[in-house]
């Protein structure tokens, strides 16, 4: 993991699940993280826990639906180490319901955190690594930008979007490599703000299946490890013995 030592990785959704087992598990491979999300004192916390165990950490509290708090997150980091090497741009919600529910807060809700979070994170890294030379986006989709099922409308069409703008990102770039990360059934907060009684069902009969978070940070970590001139575009991860 030797090309993992010292890169300077901006993750958002960094207080739990995806996020944090990432922080840790870049930490423990060397890399200098700074660690972004609304819930501050759960971000400390894990700072501290990278801290003791010799790893490089920071934290700072954001608001991916804001294009100005999140280049300020994405400055802090450039600010704190002189470079910014990885964006992670992990922060999502799902609060699945069926169309005809006509859930449309939760609708907007999806689309504001999910897809322009992406965006405001690329627009707040883009500049800083095309002047220095290189640098890397890891996004999360999920497996419902592959799969739709009932209840996922919405939620899947948010994450076809990160896809797309991950992919559309891929083919403009020559020195910034960009990987789509889209992580099936895993244990994590996600899905706690579902309101739909029928969906919440659904996701607690999936997740007879799912995978810890430790699973795609794994995946995570394989990316950014791999030579500059290697770009892992897309990994999908799901437990094997699910159907979706």
């Known amino acids: 993991m030797s090309n993992v030592k010292n890169k300077v990785i901006a993750i958002t ?3 739990s699940g995806i996020g944090q087992a990432s922080a840790k598990l870049l930490a423990e491979n060397g890399a200098k993280v700074v660690l972004g999300a609304r819930r501050t004192e759960k ?3 894990i700072v501290e826990e990278i801290r003791a165990a010799g790893g490089t950490a920071e934290f700072k509290a954001v608001d991916v639906t804001s ?3 999140v280049k300020a997150f994405i400055h802090f980091a450039k600010d704190k180490f002189a470079r910014v090497d990885v964006i992670f ?6 609060p699945l319901s069926p169309m ?3 859930k449309v807060e939760e609708w907007d809700k999806m689309i504001d955190v999910n897809i322009h979070g992406v965006l405001n994170g690329i627009a707040a890294g883009l500049p800083i690594m095309e002047a220095q030379g290189g640098g890397q986006f890891i996004n999360t989709a999920s497996i419902g930008a592959h799969v739709v099922v009932p209840s996922s409308a919405v939620y899947s069409g948010t994450k076809f979007a990160v896809w797309a703008i991950s992919e559309g ?3 403009e770039s020559e020195n910034i490599r960009v990987t789509i990360i889209s992580p099936g059934v895993v244990e994590t907060e996600l899905g706690s703000d579902i309101t739909d009684e029928s969906a919440q069902a659904d996701l607690q009969e999936f997740r007879k299946t799912a995978l810890t978070p430790d ?3 794994s995946a995570v970590l394989y ?4 030579a500059d001139n290697v770009d892992v575009n897309e990994v999908i991860v799901r437990p094997t013995a699910s159907a979706f």
């Open 13 to 15: 959704g960094a207080s």
């Open 43 to 45: 971000l400390e916390k």
């Open 67 to 69: 294009r100005e708090e």
């Open 89 to 94: 741009n992990n922060a999502g919600v799902m």
């Open 100 to 102: 005809k529910a006509l």
């Open 169 to 171: 990102l891929r083919q």
């Open 215 to 217: 699973a795609i940070a």
């Open 223 to 226: 990316a950014v490890s791999q």
